[in-house]
């Protein structure tokens, strides 16, 4: 079974450019999950989506943040124009069966485990 | 809001020691998850070892084991047995079972392990 893949793994751009990175989640995996770390800081939780909507999207810093996940397989997160503070490395992860582990309280171990990909490092110049 | 402190940003073991790695975490709820990731270097986040918090008794995976005090909301991660595929950064993490909070991690800082052989 393939992981959750991320590309570009790096990206240089320009301060004021537009870069947009990717995630494949694994197949069948309905939650979607966009963190971030920056500058050695704490991971930060950006977004979520179940399937194609976006469930929660409290950690976005700014308008200049722009998620999708088309059809509810891909996601995309774009970021423009991107400034200096945006450097750091996205993660993306994946979850099989959310819904039931917090309807019921109780997941059977390992479908509600986030799968992280290897992350994109951002680098804004 | 919940918060997660690691308050070691970098540990040293001897191989085939045991280290513990701290964690403490900040919360207003009874029931919620924990969970230590690893990151190897130039290599993607895994998932070391869970526990629930309705559960007493502390998770154990192989070499990996916790120590899980809910009163003091401490969290900790023991290695035994070192070995020089532990060299990672390791991250503590909390995810809350509220509906509402779809299921988040909250992270740490992360504390980067170095195995000496």
């Known amino acids: 079974e393939a992981g959750v893949t991320q590309f570009p793994s790096h990206s240089v751009i320009e301060k004021g450019q537009t870069v947009t990175l990717r995630c494949d989640p694994i197949?069948?995996?309905?939650?979607l999950y966009w963190y971030r770390r920056v500058m050695g800081k704490e991971i930060k939780f950006l977004l979520h989506f179940v399937k194609e909507s976006k469930q929660d999207e409290s950690g976005m810093p700014n308008n200049r943040f722009l998620a999708e996940r088309t059809g509810g397989t891909y996601s995309t997160l774009k970021v423009q124009p991107a400034e200096l503070e945006d450097s750091g490395v996205y993660f993306c992860a994946s979850s099989q069966d959310l819904d039931r582990a917090l309807t019921s309280g109780r997941a059977p171990i390992g479908t509600d485990t986030q799968y992280f990909g290897p992350g994109t490092r951002l680098t804004v110049l | 809001a919940q918060t997660v402190t690691q308050s070691q940003p970098e540990m040293s073991v001897q191989e085939a020691e045991t280290v513990t790695l701290s964690c403490t975490y900040d919360?207003?709820?009874?029931?919620?998850?924990l969970f230590w990731y690893k990151q190897p270097p130039s290599r993607q986040m895994i998932l070391v070892i869970r526990q629930e918090a309705y559960k007493q008794q502390n998770a154990t995976e192989n070499r990996f084991s916790v120590n899980f005090q809910k009163a003091a909301k401490s969290f900790s991660l023991k290695i035994s047995d070192s070995q020089l595929g532990d060299a990672a950064m390791y991250f503590c993490a909390y995810r809350s079972s509220l509906y509402n909070q779809g299921g988040k991690l909250i992270f740490g800082q992360g504390t980067e392990l170095s195995v000496k052989p």
């Open positions: 197949s069948g995996h309905d939650n």
């Open positions: 919360t207003s709820e009874s029931d919620y998850y």
